[in-house]
C-alpha cells in the first residue's frame, strides 16, 4: 500500500514558476518509479513527467520538456516537479502516482496509487 499526498499548487500568473511536491509513506519509497499527471476541466487526465525509483531516469511529456523538472529524494520520500514558465495552458488539477513495475511509463493504466491532487491555476 501506498500513500500519496501533493502539495505546492497555486495561482500563479503567465511565465511564473511552482513547486509541486509528492510526499510519500507506506512501502519502501525507493521501490517504485513515481509520475505527475495532470487534468483540465472537461479533459482527459494526462501525463506530464516520470522519475524512476533512483532517479537517475526521467521522462516527460513534450508539452513540458524544457520547462518542467521531476526529481525525487528518497531521504525525504518525496518526488518534486518544478515548473517554470507557465503557460494557461498548464492550468488543471495536478496528481502524482506510483507505479511499482518497470519500465518508466506514461500511460495512466500502468499506476497503482493515486494522490488526491493539487490545483494549478495559471492567469493570462
Known amino acids: 500500500q501506498v500513500q500519496l499526498l501533493e502539495s505546492g499548487g497555486g495561482l500563479v500568473q503567465t511565465g511564473g514558476s511552482l513547486r509541486l511536491s509528492c510526499a510519500a509513506s507506506?512501502?519502501?519509497?525507493?521501490?517504485?518509479?513515481i509520475g505527475w499527471f495532470r487534468q483540465a476541466p472537461v479533459k482527459k487526465r494526462e501525463f506530464v513527467a516520470a522519475v524512476s525509483r533512483s532517479g537517475d531516469s526521467t521522462y516527460y511529456a513534450d508539452s513540458v520538456k524544457g520547462r518542467f523538472t521531476i526529481s525525487r529524494d528518497n531521504a525525504k520520500n518525496t518526488v518534486y516537479l518544478q515548473m517554470n514558465n507557465l503557460k494557461p495552458e498548464d492550468t488543471a488539477v495536478y496528481y502524482c502516482?506510483?507505479?511499482?513495475?518497470?519500465?518508466?511509463?506514461?500511460?495512466?493504466?500502468?499506476?497503482?496509487?493515486w494522490g488526491q491532487g493539487t490545483q494549478v491555476t495559471v492567469s493570462s
Open positions: 507506506g512501502r519502501t519509497f525507493s521501490s517504485y518509479a
Open positions: 502516482a506510483a507505479d511499482l513495475l518497470p519500465p518508466l511509463g506514461s500511460s495512466f493504466a500502468e499506476y497503482d496509487y
